[in-house]
């Protein structure tokens, strides 16, 4: 079996196993799990109000698996997407309650004010990774905190008097739709999916169709060669966090400008981040791999409030099958000796 | 106030908030310092104070007093169990540990809640009526002055964090098998020349991580939180990676961490009846532990380096 196919395979196997699992969970718990795949199957497609609800969960995913990829492709590993996230949809409510603009111009500030904030809360770990040497993964854990208690605090204080939410923000700076609300019988869809879809075609065209791409995936694979051959490590170190923070800003733009309209003070994590390390590995960190898994992981989320109301079945299940998907994923080193077990018997 | 209450207030106060964080963090130890990284730490307190909870609610009635000692065991057991995962996926299966840890952390807070809904019917659970109280501690407490600061109306479940973290400097620098599980985490290859079994030695790393992280939860739960719902467990779980990292992979220095981050919790907490503290927002508290990690490891408070090998996969034979 070639590459190409076994990196196709791989991750089918490993949702297939997650699913296998999560019915095993089922049957084990003593719950019907035929009918709660197909109450799962409603929640999510039987209605079209269910599959613009789950386009709309779709979307900050897709931008938070980017985030994810993109920082997987230069070798560096984001798992601050979270606290990036937070800070853009701060950001982006910032924008939309302060100022009085026209459309044209507010929305595009709010959603570059959302980007440029969840850069520059990436900028810290790249720039300590590029002169310190300091490992993003800890530091970007790090930041994750102080982004939700940082904004808490300004939500609190600066955006309302001591409130837990804050006003709505003007309507000029809303990516909401009254045209595809009523086209999915009032669902929270909104125009975010385009913003979704453009940036996915930015991360493939910058990474495959420019130089600056093919630097930064020249220091993921190797920093000495890439040093050797000319490249600033350090810069490409940096820029390659920046851009993934922009684009898990973005995703903090959608749930700000689109589903709520509002940031409100929060208990912890929204965990759109942590998922979009499970999109981006199950996505093979590619663009088109990156759409499927975000919809497979967004009709699972959606499709799941339906779980406990139809089939009597606790919504958790479709998390478990989540972590598991990401678990066999990640020791995908069984499953692809498996496979050329499998095939090289043929041979044989 | 006077100095004297501000001190009855806070160091009861830190020692509760320290303890989960010591244990938590004392395990993550054993597992970096074999060279497993364990992001999972989060996800093997979740289902420590689960499992602390169910089992503290259940049986109750058969061991009275002692229920949640027990219990403290059986969330030991069930971390370790979930530890087996991360085990089996970061050292027999190569997976990146980071991943496999963030996996660890999703299905441990699914599992617990599923199995809440399941076992319970509902999202919480009821309150423990045996939790850890406080206590004055016999003899020690009557010593002037300290015995009043230190061991009057504190938990017992904090000196047995202390006592865990000299335990484990004994073990981990002082016996045979603390040095060999330190060089399979600084040089597999070299520890793997001198007949030491590398993938036994991790493992048993990451399983020790498992159990101290289970009863890191199972402390917090049945001292602190009383109960178990989706937000029992916010973040102590990465706030003991930040002590093991701020105690930079020493057993006491991780012990002492804690016992700061302890600290700062507190502070957040009882702030605001704290004259002094009255004025400063809580939100530079809250984030104190964190920004003092970046701080530790980008060398402005005293360089921290991980063990050598922490993160990469041991593959017999390679270069």
């Not at chain 1, 993921?220 to 050797?228: L, T």
């Not at chain 1, 898994?293 to 998390?319: I, Q």
């Not at chain 2, 999972?40 to 499992?51: D, P, Q, R, S």
């Amino acid at each position: 079996m070639s590459n190409r196919m076994k990196n196709i395979v791989v991750p089918l196997v490993a949702v297939l196993l997650g699913i296998i699992v999560g019915t095993i969970i089922m049957i084990a718990a003593g719950y019907n799990a035929g009918a709660a795949f197909i109450a799962l199957w409603n929640g999510a497609f039987g209605e079209i109000y269910y599959t613009g609800e789950v386009i709309r969960q779709v979307t900050p995913l897709i931008l938070a698996g980017l985030a994810v990829a993109f920082a997987f492709r230069t070798g560096l590993f984001n798992i601050g997407v979270e606290g990036q996230l937070i800070v853009g949809w701060l950001a982006a409510v910032w924008v939309g309650v302060a100022f009085e603009l026209p459309k044209f111009i507010h929305l595009p500030l709010a959603v570059l004010a959302a980007a440029a904030a969840g850069a520059l809360w990436a900028f810290i770990p790249g720039l300590l990774k590029a002169k310190f040497k300091v490992h993003e993964v800890i530091v970007t854990i790090m930041m994750n905190y102080v982004a939700l208690h940082v904004s808490n605090y300004i939500i609190r204080t600066v955006l309302s008097e001591k409130s837990d939410r804050t006003e709505m923000i003007a309507d000029s700076a809303s990516l909401r739709s009254p045209f595809l609300e009523g086209l999915t019988d009032y669902s929270r869809l909104h125009w975010g999916i385009l913003i979704a879809l453009a940036c996915v075609f930015i991360m493939w065209f910058l990474l495959e169709k420019t130089s600056k791409g093919y630097e930064l995936r020249a220091v993921g694979f190797n920093q000495h060669a890439s040093e050797y051959a000319g490249m600033s490590v350090s810069k490409n170190i940096i820029l390659s966090m920046v851009i993934s923070g922009a684009f898990a800003g973005l995703a903090g733009a959608m749930e700000a400008l689109g589903t709520f309209g509002y940031a409100a003070i929060k208990g912890g994590f929204t965990g759109v981040g942590f998922d979009g390390i499970a999109v981006a590995l199950l996505g093979g960190n590619g663009p088109i791999g990156i759409i499927f898994a975000a919809l497979l992981f967004g009709s699972l989320k959606v499709g799941a409030l339906n779980m406990p109301l139809e089939a009597g079945v606790p919504n958790e299940l479709v998390d478990i099958i989540i972590a598991l998907i990401v678990f066999f994923v990640a020791a995908s080193y069984m499953i692809r000796i498996f496979i050329d077990r499998i095939s090289k018997k043929g041979v044989k | 106030m006077g100095l004297m209450e501000i001190l009855l207030i806070i160091i009861p106060s830190t020692l509760l908030w320290a303890a989960p964080l010591i244990f938590t963090g004392l395990g993550g130890n054993f597992s970096e310092s074999s060279g497993v990284v364990n992001i999972g730490l989060e996800g093997l307190m979740v289902i420590g104070a689960f499992t602390a909870i169910v089992f503290n609610l259940t049986f109750v009635d058969v061991f009275g007093s002692m229920t949640p000692w027990v219990a403290l065991l059986a969330a030991m057991v069930v971390g370790a169990l979930l530890s087996i995962l991360h085990a089996v996926a970061s050292i027999t299966f190569r997976a990146d540990q980071v991943v496999s840890g963030v996996a660890i952390n999703l299905l441990a807070i699914g599992a617990a809640l599923f199995l809440v809904k399941f076992i319970y019917g509902k999202g919480q659970t009821d309150i423990i009526q045996k939790g850890f109280s406080k206590v004055d501690i016999p003899f020690l407490s009557d010593i002037p002055v300290i015995g009043k600061l230190f061991f009057s109306n504190t938990y017992y479940t904090s000196f047995a964090a202390i006592a865990v973290a000299f335990l484990a400097w004994f073990v981990m620098f002082k016996t045979p098998f603390g040095l060999r599980l330190r060089a399979v985490g600084e040089h597999p290859m070299a520890a793997d020349t001198m007949g030491i079994n590398v993938t036994r030695m991790r493992y048993i790393g990451v399983l020790i991580s498992g159990a101290l992280a289970g009863i890191g939860g199972g402390v917090y739960a049945q001292s602190i939180s009383s109960d178990f719902g989706h937000a029992t467990i916010s973040g102590q779980g990465f706030m003991a990676l930040a002590a093991l990292i701020f105690g930079k992979w020493h057993p006491l220095g991780v012990m002492g961490a804690a016992l700061f981050f302890g600290f700062a919790q507190s502070l957040s907490i009882i702030g605001s009846s704290l004259p002094f503290l009255e004025n400063i927002p809580n939100v530079y508290l809250l984030i104190a532990p964190y920004v003092l990690t970046i701080l530790a490891l980008t060398g402005f408070i005293g360089r921290a380096d991980a063990p050598k090998a922490a993160g990469t996969p041991y593959i017999k034979g390679k270069r």
